[in-house]
């Protein structure tokens, strides 16, 4: 059950985009098209962004976008916001018929400057 | 409108055990698989527990195998996490979260705090 791998920081102005990747292995990400983003702002519970590698739950900005290739998933923010300034995790369904499990990326710290 | 609210958390002994509730409400729960999550101070987000629809499977992160225990009643909308010998490291905010394949709906988290 290792964690997926997301770079700790990224950081873009306001109006530009940004991609933040997540990468595992061919026993999750690469197996499975159940890739989930979430957002947490600080002291917040996590929000759903995006899930199933590139689906937008009703409510998201279509600014939020995901996709995958391979053992990596990405999320891309494009018209960066001052409101998107939070931390994002990834999350991957890892498991087997006889062992389900999920497991998350340790986190992306996005920085609008 | 969908909800999910935690209770049951505090500070604890090393070796104690807590039960964690989460009350839903919004929606059909019986319909939906559960998890829990939780994350450590200043720490990312860690997948513990799922449960299905119906209670009849149930599955653990290896860090709480054998110690923590995930159950429901549907009767009361009312997911649980038992916890037996607590340690330092399940110090940490524990969400629920709702649907078996996305987590879309998560609960404010409940603190845990397993200290001397």
């Known amino acids: 059950q290792s964690a997926l791998t997301q770079p700790a920081s990224v950081s873009g102005s306001p109006g530009q985009s940004i991609t933040i990747s997540c990468t595992g292995t061919s026993s999750d990400v690469g197996s499975y098209n159940l890739v989930s983003w979430y957002q947490q702002h600080p002291g917040k519970a996590p929000k759903l962004m995006i899930y199933e590698v590139s689906k937008r739950p009703s409510g998201v900005s279509n600014r939020f976008s995901g996709s995958k290739s391979g053992n990596t998933a990405s999320l891309t923010i494009s018209g960066l916001q001052a409101e998107d300034e939070a931390d994002y995790y990834c999350c991957s369904y890892a498991g087997s018929s006889t062992f389900p499990h999920w497991v998350f990326g340790g986190g992306t710290k996005l920085t609008v400057l | 409108q969908v909800q999910l609210v935690e209770s049951g958390g505090g500070v604890v002994q090393p070796g104690r055990s807590l039960r964690l509730s989460c009350a839903a409400s919004g929606f059909t729960f019986s319909s939906y698989g559960m998890h829990w999550v939780r994350q450590a101070p200043g720490k990312g987000l860690e997948w513990v527990a799922v449960i299905s629809y119906d209670g009849s499977n149930k599955y653990y992160a290896d860090s709480v195998k054998g110690r923590f225990t995930i159950s429901r009643d549907n009767s009361k909308n009312t997911l649980y996490l038992q916890m037996n010998s607590l340690r330092a490291e399940d110090t940490a905010v524990y969400y629920c979260?709702?649907?078996?394949?996305?987590?879309?709906?998560w609960g404010k988290g409940t603190t845990v705090t397993v200290s001397s």
């Open positions: 979260a709702k649907d078996w394949a996305i987590m879309d709906v």
